[in-house]
Structures are given as C-alpha cells and as structure tokens.
Nanobody, 124 residues
C-alpha cells in the first residue's frame, strides 16, 4: 500500500509560482509512474502531468505546457509539480497519484493510489 501526501498549495496572484510536493510512504515509488491531476469546483478530475519511473518520459496537458514542470526524486520518494505563471483557471484541488506500472498515463482510472489533495487558488 502506498500513502501519498500533497503539500505546497495555497493562494497566489496570477503570474506567481507555487511548487507542489507529493511525499510517498509505505512503499517505494521508484518503479511507479506518477501523475498530477486537478479538480475544479463542479468539474471532473482532469489530467495535468505524468512522469515515468525513470523520469525520462513526461507528458503535460496542453493548457500547462511551458508553465508547469513535473519531476521526481526517487531517493526521497517524492514527486514535484513546479507551477509558474499561474492563471486563475489553474484554481483547483491538485491530486498526486501513483500507478503500479512503469508507464505513464493521462487517465485517472489507470492510477492505483491517490493523495488527499491540496488546494491551489489563483486570484486575478
């Protein structure tokens, strides 16, 4: 069993930056693909970014390309999401997820473990 805890969310003005962290415990995530998803009020949970277990394969949803960067430190059992040039439409609860498979996926249903989420609010 993998336990994921997100941190780093908060309130930020448009154009600002935040760095989300996802700390894993219970099992090493070194062989797992990891993903970040977000859910805005009244909307479905959607894909943000995913990274393979090696860190060499990375995908982003189009709306965050060039602004967000996903990375991982397997030695620390932690995944990060650096968010720059934040926009009000980035406001959502951000979730970290782990997949018991080395390959990446943009589908929430492909992930086996989820954190509790961290709120990101961007004001205009």
């Amino acid at each position: 069993q993998v336990h994921l805890v997100e941190s780093g969310g908060g309130l930020m003005q448009a154009g600002g930056s935040l760095r989300l962290s996802c700390a894993a415990s219970g099992r090493t995530i070194g062989s797992y693909a990891m993903g970040w998803f977000r859910q805005a009020p009244g909307k479905e949970r959607t894909f943000v970014a995913t990274i393979s277990w090696t860190g060499r394969v990375i995908y982003y949803t189009d709306s965050v390309k060039g602004r967000f960067t996903i990375s991982r430190d397997n030695a620390k059992n932690t995944v990060y999401l650096q968010m720059n040039n934040l926009k009000p439409e980035d406001t959502a609860v951000y979730y970290c997820a782990a997949r018991e498979h080395s390959g990446t996926s943009p589908l929430p249903s492909d992930y086996d473990y989820w954190g509790q989420g961290t709120q990101v609010t961007v004001s205009s």
